[in-house]
Every structure is written in C-alpha cells, then in structure tokens.
C-alpha cells in the first residue's frame, strides 16, 4: 500500500476514534474528512454550543511537521538562521493528536492547543540544530521537524478542555430560553458524571 494511501487512513481512523471518544462523553461528534482547512472535527452539546478541533494522527509516536510552520527561518550559504517563532493565527484552537495503536493495543489521545505545540517543536528543533551547527548536511534545506508521545504526554486525556471550552460559551439563541434552561445542567443527563467516571471509557 502506497504511504500516500496510509497517511489518508491513518487521519481517517484519528477523526474517528476521537469522534467516538467524544460520544462517550455524551457529545456530538462530526468529522470533515479533510474538507475544512482549519479543523477537522465539530464537537456539539445539547445546546448546540460547538468547538472545533484539529486532529493528528500518527501509526508510530511522533507526528511530523515542518519548522518553518513554528519558527522563522532562513537559509544562508546552507546554514539555517532561525530569528523567532511565527505568529499563528489560531493558538487558541483545540487539537487532538491521537497515537493510533495496532490491532488489540490502546489508542492514546492528547489534547492540546495549537499555540502548546511550538514550545516543544521549536525546544526540541533548536537542540538538535544546535548540536550540528544549524547545517543540515544531506539536505540543508530540510525543515523535517517533529513532536514525540514523550513531548505532549502531560496532555494526554485532557478532554476537560473542550468540555470546559463547550461550558463557557454562549447557548445557541434559536433554542429559546425554555429550552435552553432545560438542558443548561450537563448533570440532568448524567453526562458531566460519566465523563467523570472511571468507566467512561469502557464500552
């Protein structure tokens, strides 16, 4: 199978299974396949409150990435010069990098934000670069750069974030107050609690 084809299914099974994480609690999930630039997933509650996440799958324990996304860099006589990181336009936004287990083993979620990504990409770019001289010697001009499980692994499971990212904002108007203050208590449906649960992830 070309690595073209597994990259594709790789990101597909990633939407998925986070789809389904958030189902278990108790949320709508519905992935995009690819067809919005910015993310990839929509999270819904009840109350038609949304939070969109950007999904990152990867079938080993590093997801690849380019340096030039997270810091500004030239190249010079084939040395790199890296003057700062850039400026993102969505550090705010939830993501989701999901370790894709193989048949019979435990897929691993971590849940971030875009802007927690630079710190480590450009810690670990930096140090490594560092050590070599800022001089790539096969390919000067590369930007191959990556994050590890061991990188993010403070993230892992923190599915608070978009819970409390769905609490905070503003119920969606067309509802109506009545309907709006029915479901204004997560706990009337026991999906704060199971969220909460031990069990939560069991099926």
Same mark, same amino acid.
């Not at 850039?86 to 936004?93: C, I, M, V």
């Given at each position: 199978?070309?690595?073209?084809?597994?990259?594709?299914?790789?990101g597909?099974?990633?939407?998925?299974?986070? $789809?389904?994480?958030l189902?278990?609690?108790g949320?709508?999930?519905?992935?995009?396949?690819g067809?919005?630039?910015?993310?990839?997933?929509?999270?819904?509650?009840?109350?038609?409150?949304?939070?969109?996440?950007?999904?990152?799958a990867s079938?080993?324990d590093?997801?690849p990435?380019?340096?030039?996304?997270? !810091?500004?860099?030239?190249?010079n006589?084939?040395?790199?010069?890296?003057?700062?990181?850039?400026?993102?336009?969505?550090?705010?936004?939830?993501?989701?990098?999901?370790?894709?287990?193989?048949?019979?083993?435990?897929?691993?979620?971590?849940?971030?934000t875009?802007?927690?990504?630079?710190?480590?990409?450009?810690?670990?770019?930096?140090?490594w !670069?560092?050590?070599?001289?800022?001089?790539?010697?096969?390919?000067?001009?590369?930007?191959? $750069?990556?994050?590890?499980?061991?990188?993010?692994?403070?993230?892992?499971?923190?599915?608070? #974030?978009?819970?409390?990212? #769905?609490?905070?904002?503003?119920?969606?108007?067309?509802?109506?107050?009545?309907?709006?203050?029915?479901?204004s208590n997560?706990?009337t449906?026991?999906?704060?609690?199971?969220?909460?649960?031990?069990d939560?992830?069991?099926?």
């Amino acid at each position: 199978m070309s690595s073209g084809r597994l990259n594709k299914l790789a990101g597909q099974i990633g939407e998925y299974l986070v $789809c389904a994480e958030l189902g278990r609690r108790g949320l709508i999930a519905t992935p995009f396949a690819g067809n919005v630039p910015t993310f990839d997933v929509l999270a819904t509650d009840e109350l038609c409150r949304t939070v969109p996440i950007q999904v990152k799958a990867s079938r080993g324990d590093s997801w690849p990435s380019r340096a030039d996304r997270w !810091m500004n860099i030239q190249l010079n006589d084939n040395q790199q010069i890296y003057s700062g990181p850039t400026k993102l336009a969505t550090p705010e936004l939830v993501w989701v990098c999901v370790a894709i287990a193989l048949p019979g083993g435990r897929d691993r979620f971590f849940v971030l934000t875009e802007g927690d990504i630079p710190n480590v990409c450009i810690a670990g770019y930096t140090s490594w !670069m560092d050590s070599i001289g800022w001089r790539r010697r096969r390919n000067p001009s590369s930007l191959d $750069c990556r994050w590890w499980i061991s990188d993010i692994q403070q993230f892992e499971d923190r599915w608070e #974030l978009i819970l409390g990212r #769905l609490r905070a904002a503003e119920p969606d108007s067309s509802l109506g107050a009545a309907t709006a203050k029915q479901f204004s208590n997560c706990d009337t449906l026991g999906l704060v609690n199971q969220a909460k649960s031990p069990d939560s992830s069991q099926t």
